[in-house]
């Protein structure tokens, strides 16, 4: 399968634990984006890559949030001192250099 | 916040009928796309229609984009039970960055 993928694709923890996510792009797309998705709303944005480097962070994604995608592959998101308001589908896509994004299953974060 | 709005929320139809939905969005744009998404589900990327366009066809759908009135809609033809999904349009306002979702439709096909 050449899609994105995420890990996990569930992840259930208690407040205040860090929780880490990771997204695999298409192999040859150099653009990768982070979405949060709550419940009957549309993904918002969170940060993008080009490469390695971070270009952009919503004001959504607070200090207690940080993604990284070292050599410019794979992408993590960590969340700290997770709180109940973090529980949300979050999704990652990637792209090329003027393309469409491609989503792939999401990592659903349930927060007790 | 979200930039485009869906019209209507929510459409129940039945199988082979239209279904018609319509995304409106407040600032210019490169281009505007509409992903489906079945629950509990990744987006699927369904067509991109770029600002200088005013019509795209593929498959069973056909997407327009008014600039002037910013908006765009999306029909699919011919419906079946398997259309069922929720289906966001989103826009790009530069090359390569960010999308911006409205809150979807929600399409209910009855077989």
């Known amino acids: 399968d050449t899609g994105v993928s995420q890990n996990p694709r569930h992840k259930i923890t208690k407040r205040g634990q860090n929780v880490t996510f990771r997204c695999d792009p298409i192999?040859?797309?150099?653009?990768l984006y982070w979405y949060r998705q709550t419940l009957g709303q549309g993904p918002e944005f969170l940060t993008y890559?080009?490469?390695?480097?971070?270009?952009?962070k919503s004001r959504l994604l607070s200090d207690r949030f940080s993604a990284e995608r070292p050599k410019g592959s794979f992408s993590t998101l960590e969340i700290q001192r997770t709180e109940q308001g973090d529980s949300a589908m979050y999704l990652c896509?990637?792209?090329?250099?003027?393309?469409?994004?491609?989503f792939g299953p999401g990592t659903r974060l349930t927060v007790l | 916040s979200q930039q485009g709005e869906e019209d209507p929320q929510a459409l129940s139809i039945q199988e082979g009928e239209n279904a018609t939905m319509n995304c409106s969005y407040k600032t210019s744009i490169n281009n505007l796309q509409w992903y489906r998404q079945n629950s509990g589900r990744g987006l699927v990327h369904l067509i991109l229609i770029r600002s200088n366009e005013r019509e795209k066809h593929s498959g069973r759908l056909r997407v327009t984009l008014d600039t002037s009135k910013k908006s765009s809609s999306l029909l699919i033809t011919a419906s079946r039970a398997a259309d069922t999904a929720s289906y966001f349009c989103?826009?790009?306002?530069?090359?390569?960055?960010?999308?911006?979702f409205g809150e979807g439709t929600q399409l209910t096909v009855n077989p």
């Open positions: 192999s040859e797309h150099n653009r």
């Open positions: 896509a990637s792209s090329s250099w003027i393309d469409t994004q491609y």
């Open positions: 989103a826009t790009e306002s530069d090359s390569g960055s960010r999308l911006t």
């Open positions: 890559f080009q490469n390695e480097a971070q270009l952009e």
